[in-house]
């Protein structure tokens, strides 16, 4: 320290810290010129000397103006020594940079100009401090004092100059400093960040491309500033580097793949939009990079599809055609569960067209990879089966066009009938929305017979009776009124002449009798007008209820349909179809004469031609075996008769009739058994009511007698 005392006159130390900036500048110009020739004369411990009593006594004194004073005298010894300032550059760089942090803010603008002047001087050599020089203007872009704000941006300018014509500029050692800041919410040093990324991507031998994944999310955080500069300037850096990245043969897709994707689900809009855009070039650029990551793309693309901007469901839906007309294979790193996760997931989502989409894929999977996908049904199947009460029937039929991909193995098919038995039996509200589209629907995809005999299978040892019931008057309902189920019911129709006809109808049968009118309808409709009338006749009291009456009434109805206009017409030869007009007279019977169906049945049946009726014809018909064996011509001409055993089928129907009537006395009486408890409860209630009102001064006598809970009786 007396070396450097001895250097500089006392006059110019007092000036240095002196209030006023005009003596503190004329100080620090009497130093630059006595360090200049010191560097000439090579005494460089002198300098160091000069340089250490600046720090110590001035730059980090407690008084504002000898740390302002200390400040300018630094940068006057660096603007001294010239070209020989670089090694001196580690004794007089910390100390400014120390001060950037001072609580005086004109201390730190002053830092900040001493820094500049500093940085004019060394240039290049500035380079090795870098990062901390950087540090410290992110920290000043933010500053609270606006002339400090404002040297902080001089200096900036100054760094980034050097640094553009700068070959000793490491990006590798710059990214983590940029990364560990890119998430900071404050707009100046937001600008601060987006200038710096702009201006290193501007120069050729440094590679921000490769590091932008480590930048990435940060810049995409920006669009949703509150600020319409920063929004813009970072929309702009993020142009640029997509059009580098569409001009770049070297990109890992991949991590970015990730990023894009949880940004695709901003809140904000525009950050959603150019997430999805990024994705959608992605998709078209990266290709066979991207297959591991397209469960997690398909996942970011489906809930824009149905996103609230047209401009983002345009770019969704385009992509989401895209990725899927890629063919990859799992041995490419295609993983297939993965996306039918992404699929089952976004079949609960709120859209139908993400709905629609997801089973798209699923359907798409089916084809292309069948024997994958079918590993994985356990886990997709409720999904499928739950997606059967969606609310749009769009997505209901793409549901069941799937089932019906799946079930064109016969045991799939086997299952997807039998849950749909159990989902009917446990959501009988879907039965009654959705039953007839999704019946008529597989009818379609799965061959109506089919669908309707393995539906019959599974309900002709249904223990859920009620259930059994409902179900086979649906069915009963949408065989004889579908046009999709027209062949069925033709082939109903050739019950008594035709093979496949009779099987059928036995198979049917089967579990048509858990209903009496869906077994007289069946009957009706395989021309059985005999077994019929004896279904009729063997109905009981219990039988004939409010239930039946209303299925009567729907049976009356249809009667009058084009579906049945093969029994009207037949109508006209009564003494060749004396069964039917008896079943018809039946059916009469059974109504009452204040209903409508009935008025209905009677006006037809006033139109039969009755006079062509002969006598014997009646006394034949009434005495005849309805069972008796009935001619069949063969496809060959030759003649056999039919092998339906009506009368062990009456004998069944009879048989499963008991089992309901037992079940509906059954249900009857743990109905009255509930009632009968409930009746108590409510009458030991109000004696409990009733005791607890009693005065409470009764004698002991008398208390003994109200067997008081608790209370010994002697």
């Not at 050729?204 to 932008?212: S, V």
């Not at 799946?406 to 446990?426: M, N």
């Not at 009620?466 to 999709?484: G, H, P």
């Amino acid at each position: 320290m007396a070396d450097a005392l001895s250097l500089i006159p006392a006059s110019v130390f007092r000036n240095l810290a002196d209030k006023l900036y005009e003596k503190r500048k004329n100080a620090a110009l009497e130093i630059e010129g006595i360090i200049k020739q010191l560097a000439l004369s090579g005494e460089h411990d002198k300098i160091s000397a000069v340089i250490n009593l600046l720090i110590s006594e001035f730059a980090g004194s407690p008084q504002a103006n000898h740390r302002k004073g200390g400040l300018i005298g630094l940068a006057a010894v660096t603007v001294g020594l010239g070209t020989d300032a670089a090694q001196h550059l580690t004794q007089i760089v910390p100390p400014v940079l120390k001060s950037f942090a001072d609580q005086d803010s004109r201390v730190r603008y002053h830092a900040c100009e001493a820094l500049y002047n500093i940085a004019k001087v060394v240039r290049g050599d500035f380079i090795v401090f870098f990062n901390k020089i950087f540090d410290a203007l992110c920290k000043l872009s933010a500053d609270s004092d606006p002339s400090v704000q404002s040297a902080a941006h001089l200096l900036d300018r100054l760094i980034k100059d050097i640094v553009t014509e700068s070959d000793q500029f490491s990006i590798e050692e710059f990214i983590p400093l940029l990364r560990a800041r890119m998430n900071v919410l404050n707009p100046y040093v937001r600008q601060f960040l987006v200038g710096w990324i702009t201006v290193l991507d501007s120069v050729p031998d440094i590679d921000m491309l490769g590091f932008l994944p480590d930048f990435l999310d940060g810049l995409f955080n920006m669009l949703s500033d509150s600020s319409h500069e920063i929004r813009q300037q970072a929309d702009s850096a993020l142009s640029e580097f997509l059009q580098e990245i569409k001009n770049s043969p070297n990109v890992d897709y991949g991590r970015m793949a990730e990023i894009l994707v949880q940004r695709a689900g901003s809140p904000d809009e525009f950050t959603r939009l150019t997430a999805i855009t990024w994705i959608n070039e992605f998709v078209k650029l990266g290709r066979e990079q991207l297959v591991p990551y397209y469960a997690e793309i398909l996942g970011a693309i489906l809930p824009c599809i149905s996103d609230r901007e047209e401009k983002i469901r345009v770019v969704a839906r385009e992509t989401n055609e895209e990725l899927r007309g890629m063919h990859a294979d799992p041995t490419d790193g295609f993983n297939i569960d993965a996306i039918l996760s992404i699929a089952r997931r976004e079949l609960t989502s709120e859209w139908e067209a993400t709905r629609i989409e997801a089973l798209q894929w699923i359907s798409k999977l089916l084809v292309r990879h069948r024997n994958e996908v079918i590993s994985y049904l356990n886990y997709t199947f409720d999904s499928l089966m739950n997606a059967l009460s969606d609310s749009s029937n769009g997505v209901v039929l793409l549901v069941l066009e799937v089932h019906a991909c799946i079930a064109e193995d016969p045991q799939h098919f086997c299952r997807l009938i039998e849950l749909l038995v159990r989902r009917f039996q446990k959501d009988r509200a879907l039965l009654e929305r959705r039953g007839a589209l999704v019946v008529r629907r597989l009818c379609v995809l799965l061959d109506a017979e089919r669908v309707y005999r393995e539906f019959s299978s599974n309900l002709e040892h249904e223990t859920d009776l009620d259930f059994a019931s409902i179900m086979v008057q649906a069915l009963n309902l949408i065989l004889l009124t579908s046009l999709e189920l027209a062949d069925l019911r033709a082939l109903v129709k050739q019950s008594l002449v035709n093979s496949s006809g009779k099987d059928l109808f036995i198979s049917l049968y089967s579990s048509w009798c858990h209903s009496p009118m869906a077994t007289i309808s069946l009957c009706l409709l395989a021309q059985a007008y005999n077994h019929a009338s004896s279904v009729i006749q063997s109905l009981g009291e219990a039988d004939i209820n409010a239930k039946f009456l209303v299925q009567l009434d729907k049976l009356i109805r249809l009667l009058e349909t084009p579906i049945f206009a093969y029994i009207r017409l037949q109508l006209l030869e009564p003494g060749k179809h004396t069964w039917l007009l008896k079943t018809l007279y039946c059916l009469l019977m059974l109504l009452p004469q204040q209903s409508a169906a009935f008025k209905l049945l009677r006006t037809r049946l006033k139109t039969v031609p009755l006079h062509t009726l002969g006598l014997d014809q009646l006394k034949r018909a009434s005495s005849e075996n309805p069972y008796s064996q009935i001619l069949q011509v063969t496809e060959d001409g030759r003649t056999s008769y039919t092998v339906i055993d009506f009368q062990s089928k009456l004998q069944q129907f009879e048989q499963m009739q008991h089992r309901h009537r037992l079940h509906s006395r059954s249900q009857l009486k743990s109905l009255n058994a509930s009632s009968s408890t409930i009746s108590q409860e409510i009458q030991i209630s109000e004696e409990s009511h009733n005791s607890s009102s009693q005065p409470e001064n009764i004698q002991p006598s008398q208390r003994s007698s109200l067997n008081i809970p608790g209370q010994l009786k002697t």
